[in-house]
């Protein structure tokens, strides 16, 4: 299968943080190989799945394999429910991408300093100057649509594309925000507004999460544009189980077995984990490296969701297209950022009667009713929520479960703090206001801490080995040519979308590669 070829780098993950990486080193002219555990799906069949999971309710991705993909999850006493991690990632080539909402945002300047500005959480040994040329070209690889915002970071560069307009039903919300005093933008897109990239724009299909036309992006598109560089191998249905050493620290191998049931060890002169936060986390601590400082797996984070919503007197005529389109930030930082986290807001119109009338056991003409008066006559704001590193809140390895290598299956447990839970009240109040200045009735609240299927952190990035596990270039700790890629490296979550910001970090890690050969 491999052989004995050895390659300049061994990407393991293809995911955005991988593909992005690869992509920059193959078109540079060095060798790479890709070992992606799950397999390619073939994008022409995109309508085939969309139309067997709409009729036969099979899944729309159909990714997970049976004795590959198992955990066990320890967060009810946390966060109220069992997180099943299956529903919040994809092992596949793109990853998670495959199915993402598309949402693209920067971190904001204090993203990157919440201790020393707030007292809660941890500096980034890197600053927002350090990487915003990258945010640009992270911006200009996947095809972001949107606008400057006046309450958004600086950037040195325009986004390639424009922002989609408000949908229908919208415009009511700048009056709200008009009378509060506050400030309502539009939000950025890893989705075309025009054609962009060889791939169309948006034609407003309102099925996002696989997108038939290719208009939102993927991260197996930059995994082919790898390929055809003739500089990049992948490997897929290739599960890397251990990253090999010497004594000396330095990595001398991945050992990795086929679906199928072949072992095989690849070599490269330098490795870049991008597994994302659990499985990049897991294969550390099953390869019993990079954990001195017993920060592996620790600190695993995501972004919490909590919302309420509404009726109004006017139809909004929702479900037009599949996504929002205008988002607030006047309560993302600022003085109050010392007692809670911070908070990003977005506006919603998905409700649908029929689902929620057939939970409440209505049929027929009551369940009619319930649709014609209540569908398109709902309003909601949900708020994004900042998620405090807490190394409580981690990846472990099960001590009763082994997947079909008989490799432990990774233990995952979030935790909350109380900053958290302030931060989840806090937002409430905002949401509540807002609802009622708008002139809702019968506001109801969505349930707490919601999961955003946003993973970060358990190999986070420090100056002090004792305090992370990657250094300010993505290295891990005592090692010369192991490098981490993706937000498992992030030391906070902000509380806004993660993608952006793991992008330009990989693009940043493949350049330090390149200078350093």
Known sequence: MLGARHFDVCVIGSGIAGALAAYRLAAAGRSVVILEAGKRFNSGERLTQLSQHQILRTPLWPWEADGRDGFVDDSQSAIGYSYRLNRSRVKAVGGSTLRWGGLINRYWESD???????????????????????????????????????????????????????????DEWFSVAERMGIEIGYSSHARNSAPYDGRPACA??????????????????????????????????????????????????????????????????????AAHSVESARLLLLSEIANSSDQVGRNLMEHWYTGAGGFVESSVYPYRIGFETLECNHWYDGPARRDRGAIKLSFIDRRDPIQIGLREGLLGTDLAQKDCEEFGRWVGVAAEIEHQPNPDSR???????????????????FAINDVDRKTNAAALDIIQSLLEERGCRDIEAI???????????????????????????????????????????????????????????????????????
Not at 395 to 413: C, K, M, N, W
Request: proline fraction near 7%; glycine fraction near 8%.
């Open 204 to 273: 407003a299909f309102s099925v996002c999460p696989i997108c038939p036309i290719g208009a939102r992006y993927g991260a197996d598109i930059h995994v082919d544009k790898a390929l055809e560089t003739g500089s990049a191998t992948l490997f897929e249905n290739t599960v890397a189980r251990r990253i090999l050493t010497q004594t000396s620290g330095e990595v001398s191998g991945v050992l990795a077995t086929t679906m199928d049931g072949e072992d095989v060890e690849v070599s490269a002169d330098n490795y870049i984990l």
């Open 395 to 413: 990846v472990t390895l099960s001590e009763s479960e082994v997947d079909q290598f008989g490799d432990p299956v990774p233990h995952v447990r």
């Open 112 to 170: 990157f300093r919440t201790a020393s500005m707030y007292g809660h959480g941890m500096d980034w040994p890197i600053s927002y100057a350090d990487i915003e040329s990258y945010y640009c070209e992270a911006e200009a690889e996947i095809g972001v649509a949107g606008i400057q915002n006046p309450s958004d970071p600086p950037r040195s560069r325009p986004l390639p594309m424009g922002p989609f307009p408000a949908k229908f039903g919208e």
């Open 447 to 517: 349930p707490e801490f919601v999961r955003a299927h946003h993973h970060m952190g358990t190999c986070r990035m420090s100056n002090d080995p004792t305090q992370g596990v990657v250094d300010a270039d993505c290295k891990v700790h005592g090692s010369n040519n192991l490098f981490v890629a993706g937000s498992s490296v992030f030391p906070t979550s902000g509380g806004r979308q993660p993608t952006l910001t793991l992008a330009a970090l990989s693009l940043r890690l493949a350049d330090h590669l390149l200078k350093a050969a």
